[in-house]
């Protein structure tokens, strides 16, 4: 027999996930933020098919991703730049030479990441960021684990072979 879910204790807690995932696929805070609340919404309003779930996570995964996408399709993203590994980049070194060089690494293999097709970038953001295994991802993907292996394995290529253009020959 599955455990009860709860909103409060099994779907709550991953609004931040849900925001990170949308926050990837939209590149806007605010459209990232509007998807969580939708997210939520939906999840709620389904809340009788519950015990059918095998994962409340991949659920609310998916129902963000494909919101997500919904809403990115419909909208030019700006891109913006991601997450606090820049600002903790900065602390990692006293020389403020360093910390820049660092910083800038940080956001150009964000935008690198961000210019990748949408499967490749969403696979390798719940795989490099939210640390999931390729069986979530096929779960939250729709698609199989050799599907996600691929654009997981692709994607990861096109970063190395743009940084390493970057990096040998600058913008």
């Known amino acids: 027999m599955k455990n009860e879910i ?14 990170r995932l949308a926050l990837r696929i939209t590149m806007d ?50 891109n913006i730049q991601l997450d606090e590994a820049l600002h903790d980049s900065a602390e990692i070194s006293d020389n ?13 293999v964000h935008r690198l990441i961000n210019s990748l097709p949408d499967k490749q970038k969403i696979a390798i953001q719940l795989r490099e960021i939210e640390g999931k295994n390729y069986k979530d991802i096929a779960d939250i993907m729709g698609i199989t684990e050799e ?15 743009k940084f390493l253009e970057f990096e040998n020959y600058g913008l």
Not at 54 to 72: F, G, Q, V
Not at 96 to 104: H, I, Q, R, T, Y
Request: with cysteine; proline share 2%.
């Open 29 to 78: 805070t605010g459209e990232a933020e509007d998807v969580v609340q939708d997210t939520l919404i939906r999840v709620w309003n389904k809340r009788d098919e519950w015990d059918e779930l095998e994962s409340i996570e991949a659920y609310c995964m998916t129902i963000c991703k494909n919101l997500s996408l919904d809403r990115h399709e419909k909208k030019d993203a700006q």
């Open 96 to 108: 403020p030479e360093s910390s820049l060089e660092l910083k800038d690494r940080v956001e150009l």
């Open 147 to 161: 599907d996600v292996k691929v654009s997981i394995f692709r994607g990861r290529q096109k970063i190395k072979q």
């Open 6 to 19: 709860s909103f409060k204790n099994d779907v709550l807690p991953l609004k931040n996930k849900l925001y």
